[in-house]
């Protein structure tokens, strides 16, 4: 299986930005879709996730209610739309998968669980 991410780029403050990770080689029935971000200079961290069967999110502290992770079955595709963005949201984001695992939700934000990951898609955000 590969993951492909795409969307970032450039944003002002306060602006809005959807990311997509696209999945291949694979159809996804079970496990958890994540997306995590590492900014200059820092240690990568967990934003986001959903189980791709059932829909349940889960979402970092520092993005609940800016950002929705989503999932389209027919395009096998994840989606991360990023709303009221703000400088300290820079980061290259990174989708990943725990498939064929399934971990419970207590264990979404731990990188190790996940075991494919996307190449990565910089996101800027200007002041």
């Known amino acids: 299986v590969q993951l492909q991410a795409s969307g970032g780029g450039l944003v002002q403050a306060g602006g809005s930005l959807r990311l997509s990770c696209a999945a291949s080689?694979?159809?996804?029935?079970?496990?958890?879709m994540g997306w995590f971000r590492q900014a200059p200079g820092k240690e990568r961290e967990f934003a986001a996730a959903?189980?791709?069967?059932?829909?349940?999110?889960y979402y970092s502290a520092s993005v609940k209610g800016r950002f929705t992770i989503s999932r389209d079955y027919a395009k096998n595709t994840v989606y991360l739309q990023m709303n009221s963005l703000k400088p300290e949201d820079t980061a290259v984001y990174y989708c990943?998968?725990?498939?064929?695992?399934?971990?419970?939700?207590?264990?979404?934000?731990?990188?190790?669980?996940?075991?494919?990951w996307g190449q990565g898609t910089l996101v800027t955000v200007s002041s």
């Open positions: 990943a998968t725990s498939a064929p695992s399934n971990p419970p939700v207590s264990l979404w934000n731990v990188e190790r669980h996940y075991g494919t």
């Open positions: 080689g694979r159809s996804f029935s079970s496990g958890v």
């Open positions: 959903i189980r791709w069967s059932g829909g349940s999110t």
